[in-house]
Every structure is written in structure tokens, then in C-alpha cells.
DNA sequence: GAGCGCCATCTTCCATGCAAGCATGAATAT
DNA sequence: ATATTCATGCTTGCATGGAAGATGGCGCTC
């Protein structure tokens, strides 16, 4: 029986009390995400409880709160069931981040000007470094600066509730998010909408960043999902 | 000791196999939303549980998910909260709604045109009712046709994650709401701001449309917030 | 051989018991 | 009178047992 995740360390504890329930839900969540847990798995909560050594209740509290989050489905009397997503999951996944990230870039493009040149800066930062990954050929790392330009993206307009529902879909959508890191090489014009989008929030106009951080998922978009369908993948 | 909300009722119950964490969930929701429970209240699950004739776990479960609803806070050994809404968490609720909303609307003008003359017609009939309503000085029905006026906007949008999303900000706003309706009376622009979002959608301009929803629930938004802090409420 | 029905088993659901933490207030010392 | 300490009660966190329900296999019948 190997264990799924880190289990409360009795010797060194010295940094925060979390509940076992936090563990519980951590540590599924990341075994969904790194699909540890691939979608279509059924589990038993009993069979959860043993790998985490904990007792049936934390993990089923656990639970409660992975199904708010969309990520699994539990079904009365038979067993978790970890979701997949179809292809309209991934239409209304789109839209939510074009709505929102469309309207935190002109949130943030209407604050004062000092903090718009700072946020611009940091922007820009993450964006000469998907440059530079993409020289290094470290897709990973590019990965990671793209992941990082659209969480301060987020993070700056300074709404709690927009940074959780972008966590929330970020979370169901990692999986496709690994698989297409592969997919799309080279032919990617997201550098340059990236500079467009600190640009246009480093001068402030408002109606330009939104246009341009919606643009920017709107042609990611279709550019994947012809893919994804070309390979033939319903669900994932 | 009052009951706060309907039981399982052992005699009929030939509709649906509801659980009791559902039962203890929305009993809750309701409670919170129609102010029996007030913000800044604190309950005990215990006292709940003894309330709605159940144990504590099913009590326990549903405040897991409303606190992912962030209807509760949670205070470990201290007991259950009701959070209170700042004037910030107004001002990140409303931008919320302004992102979805806007999509929302963009996404229906953007339908074939059968499709979009119904919708349109259906969301002329809302605002009919409450211009009706209005006539007859029925606060009350203007409210509940503005409300289902928006609830089809976002329906008929058909994402099942936008919908969530704007109900779990209906729900956090919801006694907010029911303040303001006895607020502001007669100043009001709403139902030329419905024919516009409906007349754009008929004739599928989608970036009007997109405008004019989110135009309208601006220009509500800066009507109530000052409003509000000339009142001197600091959270409700 | 095919189909039907029953039973064993595995699952979640809910109740309850125990433990641990924190707040409150009383009681005592100064 | 005031401050401090300690005990008591109330709270949630977690474990566990019993119950209800669903499913799959196995045996029986035709």
C-alpha cells in the first residue's frame, strides 16, 4: 500500500496546525492533478483513509470539498468518482478565464500609475522569461513564467473572489494544461500578446487591456481545442 | 427551542432521496439568506443540530460546504460564524458579476438568430413585468422579475459554471439585495438598460450587448455604494 | 446454455463517544 | 480592590460502529 501524499510529521512541527482534513484535501488534490488519480478512477473512502493514515472522516469532510470544487463526483453508496473533462467543460472552462482575466486586466489598467508600472514590470518579467526558456528549449520552464504572468495577472486586481474561481478552473484544467504544454511548440503568439497586455495596463487604457487579455485566451482557445479534437481526445 | 427549518418527513417523501447533510445545507443557506441567521451571528453545530433534529454530522458536513460558499467562517473550538459583507467584498462581488454577466450576454447575442429572438423575447417579458409591477407600487414583484431577468441572462448563456458562479454571489449578496430594494425607488434606470441588453442580443451586435450589461450593473453599482456609506453601513 | 433471482460484500451515511483546546468566570492571594 | 490562577464547561476534531443501499457473482431453474 504506498501512500498518496504527506502524512502529519510527528517530529517536526513547528511551523502551522493544519487539520487533517487540510492534509486530506491537499494531498488528493494534488494526486488529481498530477493525475495520481487519472479521471474515471473510482475510490473508496476507506481505501483514501488507509493510504493517508487517518481515519474514513477526514477524508470524506475532504471530499465534500473536493466535489465543491469540481474536481470529483460522489456517488451515493458506490464510491468517488474522479471526473473528466468533456469538451464543453472546456468551452465554459474558457469562457469563465475570458470573462474574468478580461476584467481584471481592466481593473488593473485603471489603478494609479505608479502601481501600473510596477505591474507591467512584473509582467514583463515573466514574459522575457517564457523568452528565455523558450531559447533554452526548456518547455517546463516556460510552462511554469506563462503560468506565472496569468496568476499576477489575477493576483493584482486585488479581488479575492476572481483569484479563487481562476484557482478553482485552474485546478480542473491542469491535466489538459500538461498535455497541451507538449502540443503547441514554437507556433504560439502568446509572447507578444503578453507585451501587449502589460502595455496597454502600463499606460492605463483600460478597453485595450481587457481587449487584449481576452484576445489572448480567446485565440489560445482556438487554437487547442482543433487539436484536441483532431487527436481524437473526448475527455481528459 | 424553534425549528428553523422543514425535516425529513417521514410520511410523504415519494419525490426525491434527499440526504440529510442536503436537508441541513439548505436549511441553512435559507436561514442565512433571510437574515434568521444573522451576520456576525454564532451558532454551535450542537444547537443547530438539535434545531433541524439531527446529529451533529450531517450539521457539520453542510457548514463545510457553506463555508466553501463562503456563506460561514468556521472558528476552530469557538463555533460557527456568519460573515458580514464589507463594502470591499461589494466592491469584488460586483466586479464579479460585471465579468460574467458581460460574457454572458456577448456569448447569447453571438447564438443563431432563432435562438436569440427567443431569449430576447423572454427577457422583454421580465422587463414588461416589472414595469407592471412598478405601476402597482409592488416592490416585491419588481424585485423578483429584475432578479429572473438576470437569472435567464445568465441561463440562457448555458454554462454551468458561470451559473454557479453568479449564485454563490446571489447567495452572499442576497440580504444586501432585499436592503436596497426598499432604497432606491422610482430613480431608476434599469428597465432602459433591459430593453438595450435585450434589443442587442435580438439583433446580435455581441460587443453592445456585452456593453450594455455591464454598463447597467455599473451604473448600479455607483448608485448603491455611496448610497450605502452615506447610511453609515460599514457591513451587512 | 441462457436467464433470473438471491445473497454476500462493499460502499457511503449518520450517530455517538472521546479527546483536546479555548474562553469564561470564580476563587484566592496580595 | 485588583490581579492572577485554576477549574469547569462548551466548542470542534476525529474515530468508530451500525444501518441502508447498490452491485456483482453465484446458483438455480427452465
Chains 1, 2 share one sequence.
Not at 16 to 43: C, H, N, W
Not at 166 to 186: A, F, P, W
Not at 201 to 224: K, N, P, T, V, W
Request: cysteine-free.
Amino acid at each position: 500500500m504506498k501512500r498518496v501524499g504527506p502524512v502529519r510529521n510527528s517530529v517536526e512541527e513547528g511551523e502551522r496546525k493544519k487539520s487533517l482534513v487540510d492534509d486530506a484535501y491537499e494531498a488528493m488534490r494534488t494526486a488529481i492533478r498530477d493525475s495520481t488519480f487519472a479521471p474515471g478512477y473510482q475510490a473508496s473512502e476507506q481505501e483514501i483513509a488507509n493510504r493517508l493514515g487517518m481515519s474514513r472522516t477526514p477524508v470524506h469532510e475532504a471530499v465534500i470539498r473536493l466535489q465543491g470544487d469540481g474536481l470529483v463526483e460522489v456517488l451515493p453508496r458506490k464510491g468517488i468518482l474522479i471526473v473528466a473533462l468533456s469538451p464543453d467543460d472546456l468551452r465554459e472552462i474558457y469562457d469563465v478565464v475570458i470573462a474574468i482575466e478580461g476584467r481584471a486586466a481592466e481593473l488593473i489598467a485603471a489603478l494609479p500609475q505608479a502601481e501600473r508600472t510596477n505591474t507591467a514590470k512584473v509582467l514583463d518579467d515573466w514574459t522575457d522569461e517564457m523568452v528565455a526558456a523558450e531559447k533554452r528549449n526548456d518547455l517546463p520552464a516556460w510552462g511554469n513564467a506563462d503560468s506565472a504572468f496569468h496568476t499576477a495577472l489575477i493576483e493584482r486586481a486585488r479581488n479575492s473572489r476572481m483569484s479563487r474561481i481562476i484557482q478553482t478552473v485552474n485546478d480542473q484544467s491542469h491535466r489538459l494544461r500538461m498535455l497541451t504544454l507538449n502540443l503547441r511548440r514554437g507556433l504560439d503568439a502568446s509572447v507578444e500578446e503578453h507585451r501587449r497586455i502589460a502595455q496597454s495596463i502600463r499606460f492605463g487604457h483600460s478597453a485595450e487591456a481587457s481587449d487584449a487579455a481576452r484576445q489572448h485566451r480567446i485565440r489560445a482557445r482556438d487554437e487547442l481545442l482543433p487539436l484536441l479534437t483532431s487527436y481524437g481526445l473526448k475527455h481528459l
